[in-house]
Structures are given as C-alpha cells and as structure tokens.
C-alpha cells in the first residue's frame, strides 16, 4: 500500500494504493473537540473524510488505511450500481419515483393544454404543447421540488412534536446535492435535497430527524445517537434502506 499527498491549501486530496486501486479523498476539518476521523463513500464515488484540525494529513491517512479494505468495497459496489444507471429520456415508458412508489411517465403533448405534471391513475402525466424532452424534464424538475417542499414541511412538523430538544422551528430551504440528503447550519437551518421526495415517507423523515439532532449536537457524538434512537429506534435500518437507493435518487434517474 503505497501513499501520496496531493495538497491545497483549504481542502488537502490526499491519495493511496490499495493494491491495484488508486483511492483519492478529501479532507475536511471538523471542531476542534473531536476526536475521531469520519469517512464517507459516496453515491458518485467521491470520498470525504472529516478529521480533527489538529491531526496531520499523514496521520489522517494512517486512519483511512485501516479503513481501506472497507472504502475499497464500497467503490466497487456504488460503481456496479452505476452500471445500471440509464440516462432518462423523459419519455412515456419510463418508470419514476415518488414517495417510494414507482409511476410510469405519460407524455401527452396538446398545442392548446397547459402544460403541467399531475400524479392520475397510477401514472405521472406530463402535459407539453409539443414533444420535447428537455421541456418534461423542466416540469418534472419544478414538479418534485414544488412537491419536495410541501412533504418536507409536513413531516419536519411531524417529527417537531418528538423532538423535544428543539425548541422553534428551524427555517427550511432546499438544494439539490450530488452526494447529501441534507444539512443543517450553524445558526440551525435545515437544507435538504429535493430527490429526497422520492424516498418513502419513513427516510424523509430519518434525514430531517438526521438534522434536527445536529441542532443540539453538532458531531456525531454518542448523545446525537442517543437522540436519534430516542425518536427512531430503527433508525439504522431505515437509513440501511435509503442508502440502497441512493445511487438512483441522487443521480436524479428515477
């Protein structure tokens, strides 16, 4: 296993061999009371590993090798789900998601009609004035995010009633993310990614639950699981679910 170092000044890519495969990732400083290095594979093959500001990158790279074996099978098996993506072609046929539940696509193009998206029967129906790909993708996209708000609106809500540790309700703001289902700022402001709608009800609500707990704890301490159990017993399993469809969710091709 051989090491490499590939340096900028705010976001250090460090890189390794583990045996035939190159892993590049990048660094992120976390507060400075914490003490253990984060690594995170993601849907799109990036690696991010959050450390401890005071750590050096070798010994931020000392840690990720122990974990190499595990970020090497991870690699692999989001690529082999990769292999499965198909481009849409926002055609009728196509199967899309929404709430967890699949909707065959019907594109109907009336020259008179408005041309809007409406979920009948079973089916989404997209109406256009005429046949155009790229004009059903801008309605499906302004569809999911018009339904992405309201969703999350309720069910954020919802869990507001258990989550006792939160005393007002945190602003809400959405923003498609290439490898996050959401984030929550300092100052206690949730952003979470509009695909998400496309999750059942139950991982909506864990990554919305996800955040609220970063409102008290900011890092992945023993007390934010503690809070996260508190409200989800289940909560592993049902992140376990949401991380299966991840590669199809956030690549926006379902």
């Given at each position: 296993?051989?090491?490499?170092?590939?340096?900028?000044?705010?976001?250090?890519?460090?890189?390794?061999?583990?045996?035939?495969?190159?892993?590049?990732?990048?660094?992120?400083?976390?507060?400075?009371?914490?003490?253990?290095?984060?690594?995170?594979?993601?849907?799109?093959?990036?690696?991010?590993?959050?450390?401890?500001?005071?750590?050096?990158?070798?010994?931020?790279?000392?840690?990720?090798?122990?974990?190499?074996?595990?970020?090497?099978?991870?690699?692999?098996?989001?690529?082999?789900?990769?292999?499965?993506?198909?481009?849409?072609?926002?055609?009728?046929?196509?199967?899309?998601?929404?709430?967890?539940?699949?909707?065959?696509?019907?594109?109907?193009?009336?020259?008179?009609?408005k041309q809007q998206v409406k979920l009948l029967r079973g089916k989404l129906e997209v109406?256009?004035?005429?046949?155009?790909?790229?004009?059903?993708?801008?309605?499906?996209?302004?569809?999911?995010?018009?339904?992405?708000?309201?969703?999350?609106?309720?069910r954020l809500c919802a869990i507001l009633e258990q989550a006792l540790w939160v005393t007002?309700?945190?602003?809400?703001?959405?923003?498609?993310?290439?490898?996050?289902?959401?984030?929550?700022?300092?100052?206690?402001?949730?952003?979470?990614?509009?695909?998400?709608?496309?999750?059942p009800r139950e991982c909506i609500d864990y990554v919305i639950l996800h955040e609220l707990?970063?409102?008290?704890?900011?890092?992945?301490?023993?007390?934010?699981?503690?809070?996260?159990?508190?409200?989800?017993?289940?909560?592993?399993?049902?992140?376990?679910?949401?991380?299966?469809?991840?590669?199809?969710?956030?690549?926006?091709?379902?």
């Amino acid at each position: 296993m051989s090491v490499t170092i590939e340096s900028s000044q705010k976001t250090p890519v460090l890189a390794f061999h583990y045996g035939d495969e190159h892993i590049a990732f990048e660094r992120t400083y976390r507060m400075s009371n914490a003490q253990r290095v984060l690594i995170k594979v993601h849907p799109d093959c990036s690696v991010l590993v959050h450390a401890p500001a005071a750590a050096s990158d070798e010994d931020v790279l000392n840690a990720v090798k122990k974990r190499a074996r595990w970020i090497y099978q991870q690699l692999r098996d989001f690529r082999a789900q990769l292999t499965h993506v198909v481009p849409r072609q926002y055609i009728s046929g196509e199967s899309y998601y929404y709430l967890g539940k699949q909707y065959m696509l019907k594109v109907t193009a009336d020259p008179g009609a408005k041309q809007q998206v409406k979920l009948l029967r079973g089916k989404l129906e997209v109406t256009v004035r005429q046949k155009n790909p790229e004009k059903v993708r801008e309605l499906l996209d302004m569809w999911y995010k018009s339904r992405a708000q309201e969703v999350f609106a309720k069910r954020l809500c919802a869990i507001l009633e258990q989550a006792l540790w939160v005393t007002e309700q945190p602003p809400l703001r959405l923003r498609i993310m290439k490898t996050q289902w959401g984030s929550c700022s300092p100052n206690g402001r949730l952003t979470l990614n509009p695909h998400l709608v496309k999750a059942p009800r139950e991982c909506i609500d864990y990554v919305i639950l996800h955040e609220l707990c970063h409102i008290a704890e900011h890092n992945h301490s023993q007390r934010f699981y503690r809070l996260m159990r508190q409200v989800m017993p289940n909560w592993e399993k049902v992140k376990s679910r949401l991380d299966d469809m991840a590669t199809m969710l956030l690549n926006g091709v379902c």
